[in-house]
């Protein structure tokens, strides 16, 4: 019988850390909902998560450049960022007003 080892790299530690984080940032989201109204929530989350994403892209990714975009690409890029930054957040956050926060987190664990 083989045994096989399994090599844990910075890789596999990244994917992990990103869902153990995706999977608490519901119920988070939802103690939050005590305190701040949904609206102003997700205007808060996204730019923190914006902001973190880009010092990790200046502190370890120094040789990294804009690859040119096609004129026809922008609209999708514009729709994606409208949707999925704008109204993706600000439905999770209502939506979260209502359920507990184990059900909803259940249900955007489905979604994936």
Do not use: C
Request: aromatic share 8%.
């Amino acid at each position: 019988m083989r045994i096989h080892h399994i090599a844990f790299s910075f890789s596999t530690a990244a994917a992990l850390s990103a869902a153990a984080l995706f999977g608490a940032s519901t119920p988070l989201a939802k103690a939050l909902l005590r305190d701040l109204s949904p609206v102003l929530l997700a205007g808060l989350l996204y730019p923190a998560s914006g902001i973190g994403l880009g010092w990790v892209r200046i502190t370890g990714d120094r040789g990294w450049h804009v690859p040119p975009m096609a004129e026809k690409e922008w609209f999708g890029l514009l729709l994606a960022i409208g949707l999925g930054d704008v109204l993706g957040p600000l439905a999770l956050t209502l939506g979260l007003t209502h359920p507990p926060a184990a059900t909803a987190s259940l249900g955007q664990n489905r979604t994936g």
